[in-house]
């Protein structure tokens, strides 16, 4: 079966400038989510998403984040502009239905440096 | 306000010995707790869980412990392997799904 699959696996952009990240989540996991970890903390949730509809983006800074998940399967995060204290690894996960006690499959992650 | 906390950030043990890794919780609410392990430049991979109607689970050389009146849970590796130095991040349900982690103990094992 294959995994969560993310790209890029990493990115070097200056601040201000824009990036975006994409992520295939595992074949008929309903629910998909971004978490961001930064050096030394543990991941962070960003988004959630049920199919294509957003469940939960109170973490998201939505004056430079954003996150769509066209026809309920792949998703892009975007950063305009980037800042510096956005330098981070970018995990995508995903699971089967979004309950309580499931566990959630990540990807690899994109390790985006703001220079 | 972190829910979830990990107070050690690192942990060395040697081949063979114990490892014992600690997390720490203030939401007398949840009622699941994961385990994560992450190898660098990969995702964390889910290890082992407990149910918080229960005080021990064991999944071969892992083993959790919960102790829901202190708020506390451990997580045994016996015997370490040198394979098992990895960070190591405790997780629990904020509900709908997500996960609220600690911030992550590096684990260390010496050949």
């Known amino acids: 079966e294959a995994g969560v699959a993310q790209s890029p696996r990493y990115k070097i952009i200056e601040k201000r400038q824009s990036v975006a990240f994409w992520c295939n989540p595992i074949?008929?996991?309903?629910?998909l989510y971004w978490y961001q970890q930064i050096l030394g903390q543990g991941p962070k949730l960003l988004i959630q998403f049920q199919n294509n509809g957003v469940v939960d983006d109170s973490q998201l800074p939505k004056d430079r984040f954003s996150a769509e998940r066209l026809k309920g399967v792949d998703s892009t995060l975007k950063i305009q502009p980037a800042k510096l204290e956005d330098s981070a690894v970018y995990l995508c996960?995903?699971?089967?239905?979004?309950?309580?006690?499931?566990?959630?499959?990540f990807g690899s992650g994109t390790q985006l440096s703001v220079l | 306000d972190q829910q979830v906390k990990q107070n050690s950030p690192s942990l060395s043990v040697q081949e063979g010995r114990i490892s014992i890794l600690n997390c720490d919780y203030t939401?007398?609410?949840?009622?699941?707790f994961l385990w994560y392990k992450k190898y660098p430049a990969e995702g964390p991979t889910f290890l082992i869980s407990?149910?918080?109607?229960?005080d021990k689970n064991e999944d071969g050389r892992f083993t959790v412990f919960l102790n829901k009146s202190a708020k506390h849970l451990s997580l045994h590796i016996v015997p370490s392997q040198p394979g098992d130095s990895a960070v190591y991040f405790c997780a629990a349900p904020r509900g709908g799904g997500k996960l609220i982690f600690g911030q992550g103990t590096t684990l260390q094992v010496k050949p």
């Open positions: 407990i149910s918080s109607i229960k």
């Open positions: 996960a995903s699971s089967l239905r979004g309950a309580g006690n499931e566990k959630l499959f």
């Open positions: 074949s008929g996991h309903a629910t």
């Open positions: 939401n007398s609410m949840f009622d699941y």
